[in-house]
């Protein structure tokens, strides 16, 4: 099992910046592709980013290329959002999770970190 906790969400004003964190323990030798979810309210859970296991494949959806950039630190068992030029639309809870299984779906989630843009 793995365990994840994401941390770094806060209020931001629109057009800002956040970082997002996210700490992996228990069987962390397990860990592959790595990622980030949003769920806003009202909506459906949204992909927002993904990281192979070494790092050099990174995937994003439209709504946020060039504006997020998620990197990974396997010696801490960490992976990292960073976001910029943040909008009303990214307001969300922004779930870590890990270990992308060959449907797509990932196995491990955590808690979520709320991230609230304002005007």
């Known amino acids: 099992q793995v365990q994840l906790a994401e941390s770094g969400g806060g209020l931001v004003q629109d057009g800002g910046s956040l970082r997002l964190s996210c700490v992996a323990s228990g069987q962390t030798d397990t860990l592959n592709t790595m990622g980030w979810f949003r769920r806003a309210p009202g909506k459906e859970r949204e992909f927002v980013a993904s990281i192979s296991q070494t790092g050099i494949t990174r995937s994003y959806p439209e709504s946020v290329k060039g504006r997020f950039t998620i990197d990974r630190d396997n010696s801490k068992n960490m992976v990292y959002l960073q976001m910029h030029n943040l909008t009303l639309e990214d307001t969300a809870v922004y779930f870590c999770?890990?270990?992308?299984?060959?449907?797509?779906?990932?196995?491990?989630w955590g808690r979520g970190t709320q991230v609230t843009v304002s005007a």
């Open positions: 999770v890990a270990n992308r299984d060959v449907s797509g779906e990932y196995k491990y």
